[in-house]
T-cell receptor, first 114, second 112 residues
């Protein structure tokens, strides 16, 4: 399997549930990202990991918890979410350094919070 | 705060015409510039990268960079209905950080 894969593609959860989004990249990249995309809004950077170390955390609420066990896998743990957290969550990977802006995105996980 | 500005559109062009998409950025020291295409309901896909002033051509796409004026543009020649999508401009800042800042995107509609 190649590229960046995300699971699940669709997720519906209640505000009291705990779930996790998974991302896996097969591109040999050393940086991984979580973005949030809401309707009519630009991409919002949530977290960045480079070489498994978190290098960016854009004031994201603590109900979102990232985990990067190795350079190929990235998780986003979700708990006690709010309806406004409903969005498309995109994982991306890249090389760090000058080529770091060349992001390769997964297909996204569409999250609905009831 | 580093900003990347795009006209949200929609930009509507007839099939076969040239579509011109523009982007301005605030960080004068930015080093790397990217265009992503996002079809409705899909994730963004990188279509062009440009790192130095001037033009870069790839098939029907040409990226143009003018660092002095702090703008980058994307031209799509012979536009096709399949080019209808949102085009996102992204800029990587100066200072060693590679993490790009995205604009809001411009919606392009190519009508037959």
């Amino acid at each position: 399997e190649t590229g960046v894969t995300q699971t699940p593609r669709h997720l519906v959860m209640g505000m009291t549930n705990k779930k996790s989004l998974k991302c896996e990249q097969h591109l040999g990249h050393n940086a991984m990202y979580w973005y949030k995309q809401s309707a009519k809004k630009p991409l919002e950077l949530m977290f960045v990991y480079s070489l498994e170390e978190r290098v960016e955390n854009n004031s994201v609420p603590s109900r979102f918890s990232p985990e990067c066990p190795n350079s190929s896998h990235l998780f986003l743990h979700l708990h006690t979410l709010q309806p406004e957290d409903s969005a498309l969550y995109l994982c991306a990977s890249s090389l760090s350094g000058q080529l770091g802006g060349e992001l390769f995105f997964g297909e996204g996980s569409r999250l609905t919070v009831l | 705060q580093k900003e990347v500005e795009q006209n949200s559109g929609p930009l509507s062009v007839p099939e076969g015409a040239i579509a011109s998409l523009n982007c301005t950025y605030s960080d004068r020291g930015s080093q790397s510039f990217f265009w992503y295409r996002q079809y409705s309901g899909k994730s963004p896909e990188l279509i062009m990268s440009i790192y130095s002033n001037g033009d870069k051509e790839d098939g029907r796409f040409t990226a143009q960079l003018n660092k002095a004026s702090q703008y980058v543009s994307l031209l799509i020649r012979d536009s096709q209905p399949s080019d209808s999508a949102t085009y996102l401009c992204a800029v990587s800042p100066s200072g060693g950080s590679y993490i790009p800042t995205f604009g809001r995107g411009t919606s392009l509609i190519v009508h037959p």
